[in-house]
């Protein structure tokens, strides 16, 4: 019996010095009574002194934290009916304050009739292990929202069994469900793109066999069908032999980035083109103004020499002409289509008598039509009677100009026909031509500014390139459409539509800036004998007003810039009329026409200037000039303002 005692003495020593060295602590509970035995470890454990008094089942529960006390109790009542092993972690709070996580294990022992006699079980510290499980928790957390923000998806590829772990983003990033997906490789490979797959495998083969990390792109197809593109890029572990393990790695969106790509592509060839068109832009008009300078100055050169006939002289005078008229023509479209680029240009809106337009059209084209072999007809609904709508009239009459012109121009021989159809919302105006005609990748084009049907060919035919541009920018603010149905070799039909307006239109103004339309009435020159003013700083502009008016003045008075026009007029209250130049050095002609207004209203005084823009005619009258004239004029416009005024 001593020796019996001795020995379990010494086994009670090594069983808590085990305890001790693992940690573990342990306690038996006898459940007739709820009386606890606790071991030394399971004393310190729970703060206390080994060899105090052991406490019962009530007492273990005041050291329990208050929010797992219901928990633990509740557990160890329901484990009386088990022969399992039980297990639970909570906290505890140890007599100095000190919180713990244990973990607890035990088992209830039964007699031979069924009764629960005792609880045997084991303790043990995990403060450390649940603090470190708290702090992964953390960071998967802050990795989670990382990878959400940042749109990256985080995987892992078994090579052995060919699984897949993905993270939650990984799923929003291919657009799948995770019950859905089924985890394999071919199940990922379901996802990417047709056109990608074999691309993508052959990244992946590359990066096994250690020929590289694995960084690709490649698109998804989502399930509802939209497209997206993704980054990958994965890391090989491999073990002592260098046998491919596993691969790790991430996968982020890039739909944004290529998206700006695209742009910055499509921009970049915009502006090419733009650079290409700029260059055949330049390239013609530097044709189209130096051919017709080059006839105004070679000719006026022959001029001057002495043995020419009057046939001959008049044959240069012509081509002179012409060629100052097709100059014209070429500044003029540059400055309408700067007009409609910059906002600039506006509607003037009068009644507008449509056969009118159509006849005078057709009578200026006829002889030029005839010329080239081409026969010039017209078609008119209402041939017998007039048709007035409301429209501008100037702007209808530019967009038959140039069409009807465009036809001539691109039909070597053969037919043209324009005129209009009516119906009771719009006119529908057509040109047909026997022509050219435009290839169908051209049709939409040809309506951008500086571009021709064939713009690799631009010294084909004249033109700056400008005219069916500002036809549609003017078919557009008069609220119609413009388009045209063309077959190469066999010709176009350019068609537009003008809403049908029978009257006034209520915020419209009828105001023009032209002149009268109607042929200058004789003007006797014995009944003026005027006292002109001819303000100008261009000697030969000031010798071709003088020559112009000469028949009509009694005195002529030149000066070159505004002080000397105010000057002038204090010295000759007699002047009738001043042609007032705008553009002039020391001071322009809008501040000396408001000096002469402070002590002359009388005089008529007519503002010239070769800008021509929008918003000059209304500053010129509002600086207190009488009238407005655009230069190049001829000698017939300037005649008409003197019978205006005189």
Not at 508 to 518: N, R, T, V
Not at 629 to 640: C, E, R
Request: hydrophobic share 35%; charged share 30%.
């Amino acid at each position: 019996r001593k020796k019996a005692e001795i020995a379990l003495r010494e086994s009670e020593a090594l069983l808590a010095e085990a305890e001790k060295v693992a940690k573990f602590g342990s306690w038996r509970t006898d459940l007739s009574n709820f009386r606890l035995s606790w071991s030394s470890e399971t004393c310190r454990i729970f703060g206390l002194e080994p060899g105090t008094d052991q406490p019962d089942h009530t007492d273990f529960l005041s050291f329990v934290h208050p929010e797992d006390r219901l928990r633990v109790d509740e557990a160890f009542a329901k484990s009386f009916d088990g022969h399992e092993l039980n297990s639970i972690e909570h906290r505890i709070i140890t007599p100095n304050g000190d919180i713990k996580f244990i973990e607890e294990r035990w088992q209830i022992f039964h007699d031979d009739h069924g009764v629960a006699k005792r609880a045997v079980g084991t303790c043990q510290v995990i403060t450390e292990r649940k603090e470190a499980e708290l702090e992964i928790r953390r960071l998967n957390e802050r990795i989670s929202i990382a990878t959400q923000s940042a749109q990256v998806g985080i995987w892992e590829w078994s090579l052995p069994n060919n699984s897949l772990i993905w993270d939650d983003q990984m799923y929003a990033l291919y657009g799948q469900k995770k019950e859905a997906f089924t985890g394999d490789y071919e199940a990922w490979l379901n996802g990417i793109h047709p056109d990608d797959k074999d691309a993508t495998v052959k990244e992946v083969q590359k990066a096994i066999s250690n020929e590289k990390e694995y960084d690709t792109e490649f698109r998804v197809v989502w399930a509802d069908g939209s497209t997206h593109f993704l980054k990958a890029k994965g890391h090989i572990i491999r073990n002592g032999d260098g046998k491919p393990l596993r691969m790790i790695g991430v996968n982020y969106d890039i739909t944004e980035r290529k998206q700006a790509e695209y742009e910055l592509l499509k921009a970049k060839d915009r502006a090419e083109e733009g650079d290409r068109l700029k260059t055949a832009f330049l390239a013609n008009m530097s044709h189209e103004i130096r051919t017709p300078m080059n006839g105004i100055l070679g000719f006026a050169n022959l001029l001057k020499e002495q043995k020419l006939s009057g046939e001959e002289q008049q044959q240069y005078i012509a081509i002179i002409e012409k060629s100052g008229e097709r100059m014209l023509n070429i500044i003029n479209d540059i400055v309408d289509i700067s007009k409609i680029e910059s906002g600039q240009m506006k509607l003037f809106i009068s009644a507008t008598n449509i056969n009118e337009q159509i006849n005078f059209t057709y009578t200026f084209f006829k002889q030029e039509a005839e010329n080239k072999g081409i026969k010039l007809m017209v078609k008119k609904p209402q041939p017998s009677r007039d048709l007035f709508i409301f429209t501008d009239r100037e702007k209808v009459y530019a967009i038959l100009t140039n069409l009807v012109k465009n036809a001539i121009k691109f039909t070597p021989a053969g037919t043209i026909e324009f005129g209009y159809d009516l119906n009771s919302s719009e006119l529908t105006f057509y040109v047909k031509d026997t022509g050219i005609g435009i290839p169908n990748n051209r049709q939409r084009a040809i309506f951008d500014r500086f571009i021709q049907a064939d713009i690799g060919d631009k010294w084909a035919y004249q033109g700056a390139g400008l005219g069916l541009s500002i036809s549609r920018a003017y078919v557009q603010m008069l609220g119609g459409s413009i388009w045209v149905e063309s077959e190469p070799g066999r010709g176009s039909t350019f068609y537009f539509t003008l809403p049908y307006h029978t009257e006034p239109l209520k915020d419209s103004s009828s105001a023009a800036l032209h002149g009268d339309s109607g042929a200058i009435p004789g003007i006797n020159p014995e009944g003026l004998r005027l006292r002109i003013l001819i303000v100008e700083d261009d000697e030969s502009s000031a010798m071709l007003v003088a020559i112009g008016v000469k028949k009509y003045v009694k005195e002529i008075i030149k000066v070159k810039n505004g002080v000397e026009a105010v000057l002038a007029c204090r010295n000759n209250p007699g002047i009738d009329l001043i042609l007032m130049d705008i553009k002039m050095p020391q001071m322009d002609g809008y501040e000396a026409t408001r000096q002469i207004r402070h002590f002359n209203n009388d005089v008529i005084i007519i503002a010239q200037t070769a800008y021509a823009l929008i918003g000059d005619r209304e500053k010129a009258l509002e600086s207190g000039c009488n009238d407005y004239i655009a230069k190049p004029f001829d000698k017939n416009s300037l005649i008409t303002l003197i019978k205006k005024y005189f």
